[in-house]
C-alpha cells in the first residue's frame, strides 16, 4: 500500500518516476557490471567470450528485481545481490568474471550518474518551456503599467512584462547553471575499493576510460571508494536554487491575487474546479501554493546533501541510506513544481482594470520620486526638493486631498512647476524610463542564447 504522496499519483510526472524506479536502478547497476566487463576484455584482462556473456546477460530481462531482493534478504547486501543475481544467469567463462577488480559503490555511483543524466535532461527541458512561456509573456504585457512595490508598498511605476522579464532571465541563468553543472556532476567511478584501481590491474586507468565512454558519463575528478559527495550536494544546490526562484514566482502570484489587489490570478476551471471545502465563491492560488510548499522541502535537502561531504577516511556508509530518498525526492519535486509553474503562467488571469485601479490608491504619491527630480531640475537642492515633497505627501495623507491638490496649493512648489508640469509629472504612463527597452533586451538575449543552444 503506497505510504509516499509521490508513489500515489500526486506528484512528479510518469518520466521523471521512472527514472527511479526499482527496476530503472537495476537495469542501471547492471549496465556498469557490462560496461566494466567489456572495458576488462578490450584491454585483456578478462576472455572477450566471458565479457560477451556478461553484456548479454547484465539486463532485467535475466537479472530480476524479484531475484535480487531474494538474495538481499539472505545477504543483507543489495549491491552484491545483484551481483550474485547476475553471477547465476551467466554461463561459461561469464560466471567467473563478474564484478572483476570492483567495488559496490563503483556500480552504485556510477549508476547514480547514469540517473543525473537522464533526471537533468528532463529538468532542462522543463526550464526551456519555461523560459519559452515568459518570455512570451513578457512580451504580451511589455506595455501593461501596473504598480511597483518595496517592503509591501506603493514605490513608482512598473510594467507586467518588466516583472516576466526579470524572471525570464533568472530562468535563463539556471539553464547556464545546468549546461554547466553537467561536466562535474555527469560522472562515474571505476576506481575500486580505496581508489587506487589495485585490483582492476595495470590498466586501470585505461579500463575506467572506455567503461565509463561506453556509459556516456566522464570520469569523476579524483576519488575514494566513492565519488566526492561535494558533485552531489553542488548538485541538489542547484534544484534547490531553481525551486527557491519557483518559491518567489509563487509568492508573488499569491500575493497580486489577494482580493484586495486582485491583478493577476493563477488559472481557476469555473467548471469544476472547487476552490474551498467551506466557500464555493473562492478561487484559492492552491497551485502556486503546491509549489511554494515544495521549495521548502527542497530547500531543506541541501542541509542532508551537504551532510554527506565528510565522511570517514575513504568511506563510510552514513550517507548510503539518505540517498535512497535524496536524490529521488530532489528531482521528482523540482519536476512537479517547474510543471506546475509553468502550467500557471501559460494560462495566468491578468485583469488591466484592477491594475489601474491600485495605480489611483495614493493619488498620485507613487510619483514622489518624479516631483523630486523636476523640482531638482527647476534649480532647488536635491535634499531640499526631498523634504518639500515629502512634507507635501504627508500633508496628502492626512487631509485626504490628492496629491496634484496639494503640490498646486504649496507655493514652495508652484513658484517652479506650473499645473500642466504638475499634470505632467502625475502621468503614470510617462514615468517607466527605460522598462519597455529592457523588456525587449532580455527577450533579444534570452533568444539569442536559444538560437546559439540549438546550433
Known sequence: MPVCPIDTGRYGSPEMKAIFEEERRLENILKVEAAVAYAHAIVGNIPKEAAEEIVKKACTKYVTVQRRNEIDLMIGHDLMAAVKALTEVCEGEGKKWVHFGLTSNDVEDTATGLQFKEALAIVEDDLVKLEIVLKGVAKKHRDLVMVGRTHGQHIGVVTLGLKFA????????????LRELRKRALVGKVMGAVGTGAGLGEKAIEVQDIALKWLGLQPADMVTQIIQRDIHAELISFLANVACTLDKFGTEIRNLQRTEIQEVMEPFDAERQVGSSAMPAKRNPVTCERVCSLAKLLRSLTITSYENIPLWHERDLTNSANERFLFSIAFILLDEMLRKMTEVLAGLVVFPRNMKRNLELTGGLILSERVTGKLVEKGMGRQEAHEL??????????????????????????????????????DYSTYLGVAKKLVDTAIEKTEKEQSGAET
Open 166 to 177: 526579470v524572471w525570464l532571465r533568472e530562468v535563463a541563468r539556471h539553464i547556464q547553471r
Open 389 to 426: 515633497v515629502r512634507r507635501c505627501s504627508m500633508k496628502t495623507l492626512e487631509t485626504g486631498a490628492s496629491f496634484k491638490e496639494t503640490l498646486t496649493g504649496t507655493d514652495e512648489v508652484a513658484r517652479r512647476l506650473s499645473r500642466n508640469e504638475i499634470e505632467y509629472c502625475l
